[in-house]
């Protein structure tokens, strides 16, 4: 029987390939659902290339709702794949963020036995905080949806049986679920049936080597924090690395970040700015780079990154959780507090 994985996000894609290697799922639909960000949707179809290449024996098949600029034709292609898969037969459906309204749309429409929730980083920790909620029906339409949508298009989930696939540690995402239990949580250790297949397509060329590696984040674009406040931080945390010795470094840009914000953070360090096709952990796990040091605000590729072995000094940069939002200053400290135990808080 097939298997479904809706996905948003490379990390997500990943992640969820991961979790059907690790329990024998080779037949595998994968809906990809565009963000509209181009270096987003770029990574995810230059990931599953490289993932075919790979995982040769596995059945995949990617079908991708394109978000064009007509909003219209981008809701017509999606509920014209909602349509299409609504009476398949799945024995289970993956996504990568329950919180998305069209996430929702599959996870309220098509049968499975198993709603199985993947990483993507912090927005993980948020998406358990909903899994209660998946009871109660999204409101795409707010105030002015119709009855025949509630009845025939949204009907409402009995008591699914949830489980939750990720690097994380299950003590963040109990303290981010009252709900979660040890049944409904695998840990995604990167065993060699995993990620380690892709030390095969190292490059035969010598990494480049940087003194400090800056894993970026969307922070700023999703109003967590200022982008002054963001620059300012990074620019103190450099500072302190550098001490006496001036520091090769590379900013690694999210792909949902601004590019003015990038370009401003390049002058104002002095550094390489990348973006790369492929998700940051395959990057380093194929030695296309090497540092010495690797830092970040809140991005979960700093843990996957230490639970991979990479050889360096990993750092993570402090936020005041008094200035964030009461979700954004949960979100935060569960992530430093697990960055705490292996990483230096600067």
Sequence with gaps: MKNILVIESPFQLISGIQYCIKNNLTLVDVIFIETGVFENNKQVYSLFDKILEVYDSMSLHLYAIKRGANKVSFLINLFLYLYRVKNGKYSKLIVGDVRSPYTRLFIHNIEYHLLTLV???????????????????????????????????????????VLVFTILPYKVLKEASKSLTLDSYEENSFIPLHLNQFKNEKSDSAGKYYDLVIIGGAIVETGMVSESLYINKISSAVKKLKKKKDLKILYVKHRRESDTKVNTISTSLDCE?????????????????????????????????????????YYFIQLNTEELSLQSALSVSRMTNLFSDFAEGI
């Excluded at 010495?292 to 000094?313: G, H, Q, V």
């Design 273 to 313: 700015i990348e973006c790369f096709d492929l998700p940051l952990e395959l990057v380093f796990l194929q030695g296309h780079v090497v540092s010495s040091n690797i830092i970040t605000f809140t991005s979960a590729a700093l843990y996957s990154l230490y639970k991979m072995s990479i050889p360096s000094k």
């Design 119 to 161: 990483d993507d980083g912090i927005a993980l920790i948020n998406s358990v905080t909903q899994v209660d909620d998946l009871n109660v029906q999204f409101k795409v339409f707010k105030k002015w949806r119709l009855k025949l949508f509630d009845k025939y298009l949204y009907p409402l989930l009995i008591n699914p049986k």
